[in-house]
């Protein structure tokens, strides 16, 4: 089984556009950081699979079509430019309660370990918002919740920012890493 480092997607692979959606690829701005950070999780061993809630498909302010889109282009600047990859994108169009797949529940988590053989007891979920902590926690992953200030949350690290994100990362890899190697 393959470890892997889920992601969600607005606020951690790309700039969160507030209380909106990311309607079109001109709108997405890939986090500065993220290449680094997506390249020292491969590094250390890592899948990366971004998770990620998308209900402006369900509010019809995006269409599955244009959600697709963008993510094939994020997948080929990722290639192109950084010469990186993203195992797979999961995503949930689907509004509040219509389905089992939306964070907080684990369902894209769940699906994403089931389709590419992940032990989701040694991976992580990063997110910017307790849903992720929540599905990552409720899905057997340990959690980074990246938000300023001291949060009140049930992930077992916080970052402050995506720059911090990055050293916190690279140290508990690092310890899991030294934890594997003494089983």
């Given at each position: 089984?393959?470890?892997?480092?889920?992601?969600?997607?607005?606020?951690?692979?790309?700039?969160?556009?507030?209380?909106?959606?990311?309607?079109?690829?001109?709108?997405?701005?890939?986090?500065?950081?993220?290449?680094?950070?997506?390249r020292m999780v491969h590094d250390m061993g890592y899948e990366a699979v971004i998770i990620t809630n998308q209900r402006g498909v369900a509010r019809g302010l995006i269409t599955l079509e244009t959600l697709e889109e963008i993510h094939r282009n994020l997948q080929a600047l990722l290639a192109e430019k950084y010469n990186l990859r993203l195992l797979d994108i999961f995503c949930c169009p689907h509004g509040e309660g219509e389905c089992e797949c939306r964070k907080p529940k684990p369902g894209m988590i769940l699906?994403?370990?089931?389709?590419?053989?992940?032990?989701?007891?040694?991976?992580?979920?990063?997110?910017?918002?307790?849903?992720?902590?929540?599905?990552?926690?409720?899905?057997?992953?340990?959690?980074?919740?990246?938000?300023?200030?001291?949060?009140?949350?049930k992930a077992e690290y916080t970052a402050e920012d995506m720059k911090s994100l990055e050293s916190l990362l690279k140290r508990v890899l690092e310890d899991g890493k030294a934890q594997s190697a003494k089983r």
């Open positions: 089984m393959k470890k892997c480092v889920f992601f969600d997607r607005d606020g951690i692979v790309n700039k969160s556009p507030g209380a909106g959606y990311v309607e079109r690829w001109a709108d997405f701005y890939l986090m500065p950081e993220f290449p680094d950070i997506l699906e994403a370990a089931r389709r590419h053989n992940l032990d989701l007891a040694a991976s992580w979920m990063i997110g910017d918002n307790e849903k992720d902590v929540e599905a990552g926690r409720r899905a057997g992953c340990r959690t980074i919740l990246v938000a300023p200030g001291k949060p009140r949350t």
